[in-house]
């Protein structure tokens, strides 16, 4: 079974807009931590937010914020007022415990087209 | 501050040739190291990582290799290449010294196996 699921491969979405990008999460670990990484077409890797499984608040980065429901295992990643650049792969992903040799699990990405 | 370094940028392989990748991490001590890979248009897939020198963890089987000579080298290798290892390989570097334990990843190398 998929521990991270993204059910939209793509959006198309007008610039100003805010925008809604869908994460599921299957785990049984009571800690664990959820990311958020933006890789524009060069191919970098850039982390954007941070929900640790204890958090109680959802955490927001500037424009970026995450929707934290945890008893539906969801963890969307809402960035409000798109612009142009924000086009990119968003990937979210899941790390289980806090053990050392802990691994990040990638979901697929959801490829996010910002029109003007 | 710190910083992961990958190279070559890109990289033209026959089948059946070699493979050395190469990351180096500066501005850190005993970090995690992992080594992805990215099919053109698809999701992460972990292949290596490791949490010392000389301890490396394999997820998938292939004809890939990994090793870690010094605290913050680690090293993709392959016998062999396959059309299939053509992709996007990303190195990648964490501590776990409190919460987010976010991993930080380098440049990238695009491979492409003729």
């Known amino acids: 079974a998929q521990k991270i699921t993204q059910t939209q491969p793509g959006m198309f979405v007008q610039e100003k807009e805010a925008v809604t990008l869908d994460c599921t999460y299957d785990t049984s670990d009571q800690s664990y931590g959820l990311f958020w990484y933006k890789q524009p077409s060069s191919g970098e890797m850039i982390f954007l937010i941070y929900q640790g499984s204890y958090d109680e608040q959802n955490a927001t980065e500037g424009r970026y914020s995450l929707n934290f429901q945890k008893a539906r295992k969801s963890a969307n990643l809402v960035i409000s007022a798109s612009q142009l650049g924000d086009s990119a792969m968003y990937f979210c992903a899941m790390r289980e415990g806090v053990d050392r040799d802990d691994k990040i699990i990638f979901g697929k990405g959801t490829r996010l087209h910002i029109l003007p | 501050s710190q910083t992961i370094h990958q190279w070559p940028a890109t990289l033209v392989q026959p089948v059946g040739s070699p493979l050395s990748l190469e990351c180096t991490v500066e501005g850190t001590s005993n970090p995690n190291l992992y080594w992805y890979r990215q099919a053109a248009g698809r999701g992460l897939q972990l292949l290596f990582y490791?949490?010392?020198?000389?301890?490396i963890s394999s997820e998938v089987p292939q004809n890939l290799s990994a090793s870690r000579p010094q605290d913050r080298q680690f090293i993709l290798s392959s016998k062999k290449l396959l059309l299939s290892d053509s992709g996007f390989y990303l190195c990648?570097?964490?501590?776990?010294?409190?919460?987010?334990?976010?991993?930080?990843f380098g440049p990238g190398t695009r491979l492409t196996v003729t």
């Open positions: 490791s949490v010392g020198i000389g301890q």
């Open positions: 990648a570097w964490s501590v776990l010294l409190g919460a987010p334990y976010e991993q930080y």
